[in-house]
């Protein structure tokens, strides 16, 4: 905190922009990792479309930009710099199914506890050596997403996945991570 207070008032003399500039990069997380993600075959995921049971190409890509931009998000968040993580995502199942006769006319994703988010993945992990230090092709699921606490909001289109996204990489990849930093992997 004391070294903040005098990043900030340094600031305030002449020159202070190009200061704060500094002091916001002092600050920052250090660089991330590389990540690749790779959508194979989009045209036949089980269910990656927002709204309607059968996709089309743009709906699949933006739930597909979607993913992705939450895995950037893990990887800045966790991957150190010099560790390299290529996804492969080979299925997607949102939560929820369309159950278009429940509203005339309109497809209506519907979310019971029995239509729980899945995603079929296959990774690799390379450390900074680029020794391959984790891969595999997993099914991932969350059968218990409606139930306990989802810190994403209400509003967010992939409020289950993401939490079950989150998850897997806390299971698998960060862990092989603090493994392989302690000596253990």
Not at 101 to 113: F, S
Request: include cysteine; charged fraction near 25%; charge should be positive.
């Amino acid at each position: 905190m004391a070294r903040s207070r005098r990043l900030l008032a340094a600031c305030a003399a002449p020159m202070g922009l190009m200061c704060a500039i500094g002091a916001i990069h002092a600050f920052a997380a250090p660089p991330a990792g590389t990540l690749t993600v790779s959508f194979p075959h989009p045209d036949t995921y089980t269910d990656a479309a927002y709204r309607s049971a059968y996709g089309s190409d743009r709906e699949r890509a933006q739930v597909m930009n979607d993913i992705r931009r939450h895995f950037d998000e893990l990887a800045a968040r966790y991957l150190p710099q010099g560790y390299a993580l290529n996804i492969e995502v080979l299925d997607i199942d949102l939560a929820g199914h369309f159950e278009p006769w429940r509203v005339r006319g309109y497809d209506v994703r519907i979310v019971r506890d029995v239509t729980w988010p899945r995603m079929t993945l296959r990774y690799a992990l390379r450390g900074s050596d680029g020794a391959v230090i984790g891969s595999g092709e997993q099914r991932i699921s969350d059968q218990a997403f409606n139930m306990g606490v989802n810190v994403y909001s209400q509003g967010d289109r992939l409020r289950y996945e993401k939490a079950m996204m989150d998850r897997w990489f806390d299971e698998t990849i960060r862990r092989r991570i603090a493994a392989r930093e302690s000596g253990q992997g």
